[in-house]
């Protein structure tokens, strides 16, 4: 009985420690909005029509009113509408950059961390070499050099996110495999292996999953911008990046077109940091303000 009640008091403590700030509750409503936009946005958004492609050249410009809130772009179609479905090609691709990122940088950090030697200087020279490279700027070259396409898009903006994680994972699997369960687990005949992805890795996930949140938001930043410099998806499918360069060309007349994908940048990117700030705080209270 135990054994069931002490997790359940632990995460009702966790809960309260968190909704103690209201500026973590906002930041995980925020994410749990764009979450829901990227699963359902394509249906919910006003002009499904829009979304597939189709064009009305003789509703172009139309500023904001009840029909369209964030009124028309320059073919007629509907800006809330793309923006709606564009949160799910912006929150994936930025989940994937970091999904990817992590498990790289992981396994990476972990084998540099336990194994040490040669092996450390190898792995954190290659890590090094790579942080003296703008990650934009790679990420810029690899998916010029690769194509558009959103598969190619995660793909360069990931080979330049792994560092970051392999020098945090390093880090603790270093002062963990020193500590009396690494020890008693050798004692037993435990294979290297076993210990650190059974035994470390686990002890290890809290600051992991941390950066992860925090990392979120300029994920999605990063894919704008490659989008907004053409390198993204391919048209039709909308993406905020585009649909601000696009928008560009036609300030400040018709102003509207910039103001939807640029507040949901905004947004995605302020909710992950407010949520990452939350999760920080409930896992490390050493570090709450």
């Known amino acids: 009985m135990s054994a069931t009640v002490a997790p359940r008091q632990a995460f009702r403590r966790a809960a309260y420690r968190f909704t103690r700030s209201w500026l973590s509750v906002l930041g995980l409503v925020m994410v749990a909005g764009l979450l829901l936009l990227a699963v359902a946005g394509p249906w919910l958004a006003p002009f499904p029509d829009h979304v597939a492609g189709s064009v009305n050249t003789a509703a172009r410009f139309r500023p904001p009113s009840l029909a369209h809130p964030f009124g028309t772009n320059e073919v007629g179609q509907d800006v809330l509408s793309l923006v709606m479905a564009g949160a799910r090609v912006s929150i994936v691709a930025g989940l994937a950059v970091v999904m990817l990122g992590t498990l790289v940088g992981t396994v990476i950090g972990a084998i540099a961390g336990y194994a040490g030697g040669w092996v450390d200087e190898v792995l954190m020279r290659l890590a090094d070499l790579k942080l003296t490279i703008p990650g934009l700027m790679l990420a810029m070259a690899v998916a010029a050099a690769l194509g558009a396409g959103m598969a190619n898009m995660v793909f360069a903006i990931a080979l330049s996110w792994w560092p970051g994680y392999a020098r945090l994972v390093r880090a603790e699997v270093m002062a963990r495999k020193e500590e009396m369960f690494v020890t008693a687990a050798r004692a037993i005949g435990a294979s290297g292996a076993r ?70 940048i905004f947004v995605a990117v302020f909710g992950f940091n407010l949520l990452g700030d939350g999760l920080r705080d409930l896992f490390d209270p050493k570090a709450r303000r």
């Open 195 to 264: 210990i650190l992805f059974r035994h470390i890795l686990p002890n290890v996930a809290t600051p992991v999953i941390v950066k992860m949140s925090l990392d979120m938001g300029f994920a999605i930043l990063t894919v704008a911008s490659l989008g907004f410099i053409g390198i993204g998806v391919r048209p039709p499918t909308p993406e905020w990046g585009a649909m601000l360069s696009v928008a560009r060309g036609y300030m400040p007349d018709f102003w509207w077109m910039a103001l939807a994908p640029g507040m949901a």
